[in-house]
């Protein structure tokens, strides 16, 4: 079944950004699993050279090595390559979510 398989949040390194200005949050964007996969809408946490993915529905085919794309509407803002689910480490402090995910390539 397809809801076994899917994630909700993951970690991407290698991030380029179509801007040069780095963000450090992004809100309301939709994000893009493989080549001819679907929008999903998502919030992203950027911490250095990671991002926390959080996708708003459940993501079908979220594996270490794949592409994952940002996009505000139909404009590509900025993406990176999926890191392994279990580098991931992931606590609560002071109401935002903070991160260290170490996914070497």
């Known amino acids: 079944r397809k809801e076994e398989i899917a994630e909700e949040t993951f970690a991407c390194t290698m991030l380029d950004f179509a801007s040069s200005r780095r963000p450090r949050e992004l809100r309301n964007i939709q994000v893009r699993i493989r080549h001819r996969g679907e929008l999903l809408p998502a919030h992203i946490e950027i911490n250095g050279e990671y991002a926390l993915v959080t996708c708003k529905t459940h993501a079908v085919g979220v594996a270490a090595g794949q592409a994952c794309v ?20 992931k606590s609560n402090v002071n109401s935002s979510t903070k991160f260290k995910a170490q996914m070497p390539i």
């Open 70 to 89: 940002f996009y505000d509407g139909q404009k590509v803002i900025g993406g990176g390559i999926i890191g392994a689910k279990s580098e991931i480490q």
